[in-house]
C-alpha cells in the first residue's frame, strides 16, 4: 500500500536552539516593527539583555543617519516580502557595528512578522575602506569597468582630475565616452582581447572634458567578479609623450641640420657631433670622440682670443664670433660660430654646444670685394681710398708721438706717349714695373699707392727728423730712370716728385694731399725728372 510522504516540521524546541545559536544576530518583528524576539547573537554583539532589547524600540539601537527611514523600510519589506539593507547598529558602549540585514516577511501560525538576519560586516567593511584609501591615494588613475557593457562603475579622485569629469559624471559614461585613440570596434576587440588573456598594458590617448587629448599607459587586469570586471590603472604620460616628440625633434633637427653641431662634455671633451660636422671638417664621430676641440685649432687665433671667449661662456653662458679652423686635410676654413653652455639643475656645467656655418667662401667673396674697393685691379697696391684711410691713421699716430710724416706725390713723366705708341696693354705693363720699383725703395713700414692714372704717392711715417725725405725722393727718381722693358720694347721715362710734411705743411690728410699735389706741379714745371718741396725745412736748407 502506497503512502504519502509528507515535509514535518521541526520540533519547537530544536527549532529554539537552532535559533539561539545562530552565528548571525536574529530579530522578529512584528508588522508594526516592533521586537518580538532576538536571539543571544543579537544580545551578546549589541551588549543587552534580552529583555532590554524587547523593550526597545528598533529605532534606538541604529545610527541616526537611519532611523528616521525605518519606517519607510518596514513598508517596503511588507510591500516586495523580502529585502537586503545595508545598516549601522549602535553598541551600548556606542560603538558603531556596520551589519547586512536580510528581512523576510513569514507567516507564523496566521499572522506575520518580519525575521530579520543581521551579519555583522565590520571586518568587510574595513577591507573596504582600506580598499578605499587605498585607491584615493593612489598617485595613478583608478576606474573599475563592467566588463558586460564597458560601463564606468568606479573611480579614484585622480582619475576624475586627469579627465576634468566629476565622479557622479563618470559613472554615467563607458570606456568609448573617453577613448579617442580607437574606435568602438577596435575598443571591443580590446576587452576581448583582455578577457582572453586576463591583463594588458599599453598606451592609448582619452579626450577630457574640455577636449583636450591625453596620453595614458593604462594597466588593466580582468577578474570574473561581479560577471566581470576590469580593473584599471591610469598613469599621465603627456608630459614623457612631449619630451619624447622633443627628443625626437632635437635628433632629427641634429642629425639634418645643414650647420655643424659638436658638444663636448664638462671637460671640453668631444661626445657629439653630427653630420654636417663631419661634412665640414672631414673627421667622423670616431676620429673625434673623447678628444678636445683644440684639435681644429689654425693658430690664428692667439690666447687671448680663446681666454676672452671661456670668460664669457663663464659668464654669460653664451659666445658668438668667428675664427679659422682646420679641416682633416689641413685646408684653413672659416666659421660663423654660437656656443652656449648647457648646465645641470645645481648650476654644473652638463654640455658646451657649438653650433657654426663654414663662411669661408663668404670671407673669400668679403675679401674680394673689400680688395676690389680698396686695391689698384692694375697694380694690386693700395688705392685711393684705402691710402686715405691709412694716412688718417698715421697721422693721427705721429700726432700721439710727436713724430713727422713725410707724402710724396709721383707723376710719371712720359707715361702717356707710351700709352699712346705701344697701347694701353704696354701702358699696364708699365704701370706695374713702375709700382714695384718704388716698392722696392721703401721699408716696410711705409705705403706706396696708386692714386689713379699715372699718380702714385708714398708715405714715410715715424720720422723723427726730415734728413731722410729727400734721399728717398732722389732714389725713387733715379729708379723710374731707368729703362722699362714692355713687350721687347724698351722704354725711358723719369718722374716728377711733390713733397709734403705733416705736421710742417698740414695737419689733416685733405690740406696734405693738396700741398703734396701742388708740389708735384711745381716740380714738373720746373723741368720734370726731378723733386719739389711744398716748404722746404730749414734744417734742410745749405
Not at 116 to 132: G, P, Q
Request: aromatic share 8%; net charge negative; proline share 3%.
Amino acid at each position: 500500500m502506497a503512502h504519502n510522504s509528507t515535509t514535518r516540521e521541526l520540533p519547537a524546541d530544536l527549532q529554539r536552539m537552532l535559533f539561539e545559536h545562530a552565528s548571525d544576530a536574529m530579530f522578529v518583528l512584528s508588522e508594526q516593527g516592533k521586537i518580538i524576539t532576538v536571539n543571544q547573537t543579537a544580545c551578546d554583539y549589541l551588549g543587552y539583555s534580552k529583555e532590554e532589547l524587547l523593550n526597545t524600540p528598533p529605532q534606538n539601537i541604529v545610527a541616526p543617519e537611519y532611523a528616521t527611514s525605518f519606517p519607510e523600510r518596514i513598508v517596503r519589506i511588507k510591500r516586495e516580502g523580502q529585502c537586503t539593507f545595508e545598516m549601522v547598529h549602535i553598541h551600548r558602549d556606542g560603538r558603531r557595528i556596520p551589519v547586512e540585514m536580510h528581512s523576510r516577511l513569514v507567516n507564523h501560525l496566521g499572522c506575520n512578522v518580519i525575521l530579520t538576519i543581521c551579519r555583522d560586516i565590520s571586518a568587510r567593511k574595513n577591507v573596504e575602506m582600506e580598499y578605499r584609501s587605498i585607491i584615493q591615494a593612489a598617485g595613478d588613475g583608478y576606474w573599475a569597468v563592467r566588463a558586460a557593457d564597458a560601463r564606468i562603475v568606479d573611480v579614484n579622485d585622480t582619475f576624475c582630475r586627469m579627465v576634468g569629469y566629476s565622479r557622479d559624471e563618470l559613472l554615467s559614461m563607458t570606456i568609448s565616452d573617453l577613448e579617442a585613440l580607437e574606435s568602438p570596434e577596435e575598443t571591443a576587440a580590446h576587452i576581448h582581447k583582455i578577457i582572453a588573456q586576463g591583463h594588458d598594458l599599453f598606451e592609448t590617448r582619452q579626450r577630457r572634458k574640455d577636449g583636450r587629448l591625453l596620453d595614458l599607459e593604462i594597466s588593466v587586469s580582468y577578474a570574473e567578479t561581479a560577471g566581470g570586471m576590469f580593473f584599471i590603472f591610469a598613469r599621465d604620460i603627456s608630459a614623457r609623450k612631449q619630451q619624447e616628440a622633443e627628443a625626437k625633434l632635437a635628433a632629427l633637427i641634429f642629425s639634418a641640420s645643414t650647420a655643424s653641431i659638436m658638444a663636448t662634455d664638462a671637460d671640453n671633451r668631444i661626445v657629439a657631433v653630427n653630420p654636417a660636422f663631419t661634412r665640414t671638417t672631414g673627421y667622423e664621430l670616431h676620429e673625434v670622440i673623447g678628444k678636445n676641440p683644440r684639435l681644429l685649432q689654425s693658430g690664428r687665433q692667439d690666447h687671448a682670443f680663446y681666454q676672452a671667449m671661456w670668460q664669457a661662456l663663464a659668464e654669460s653662458g653664451h659666445w658668438e664670433g668667428e675664427w679659422w679652423n682646420l679641416r682633416k686635410n689641413g685646408a684653413e676654413y672659416a666659421e660663423q660660430v654660437t656656443m652656449n653652455v648647457v648646465r645641470h639643475h645645481d648650476g654644473s656645467v652638463y654640455r658646451y654646444v657649438k653650433i657654426s656655418s663654414d663662411i669661408t667662401e663668404k670671407k673669400k667673396l668679403d675679401d674680394q670685394i673689400w680688395r676690389q674697393a680698396h686695391y689698384d685691379t692694375v697694380t694690386s697696391l693700395p688705392n685711393r681710398r684705402l691710402f686715405h684711410s691709412q694716412l688718417a691713421a698715421e697721422i693721427r699716430r705721429c700726432r700721439e708721438r710727436r713724430q713727422l710724416l713725410a707724402l710724396y706725390f709721383i707723376d710719371l713723366d712720359g707715361f702717356k706717349e707710351v700709352n699712346d705708341t705701344y697701347g694701353h696693354d704696354a701702358g699696364d705693363q708699365l704701370l706695374v714695373q713702375a709700382a714695384q720699383r718704388i716698392a722696392r725703395s721703401i721699408r716696410g713700414t711705409d705705403t706706396v699707392a696708386r692714386l689713379g692714372g699715372d699718380e702714385f704717392t708714398v708715405m714715410l711715417s715715424g720720422l723723427t727728423d726730415a734728413h731722410r725725405v729727400e734721399p728717398l725722393g732722389r732714389q725713387i727718381l733715379d729708379l723710374l730712370a731707368h729703362p722699362f722693358t714692355l713687350d721687347g720694347a724698351e722704354v725711358c721715362i723719369s718722374a716728377s716728385i711733390g713733397i709734403a710734411l705733416y705736421p710742417n705743411d698740414a695737419v689733416d690728410v685733405d690740406d696734405l694731399m693738396k700741398q703734396a699735389d701742388q708740389a708735384m706741379y711745381a716740380a714738373k714745371n720746373g723741368g720734370k725728372n726731378t723733386l719739389r718741396y711744398f716748404n722746404k725745412p730749414d734744417s734742410l736748407r745749405k
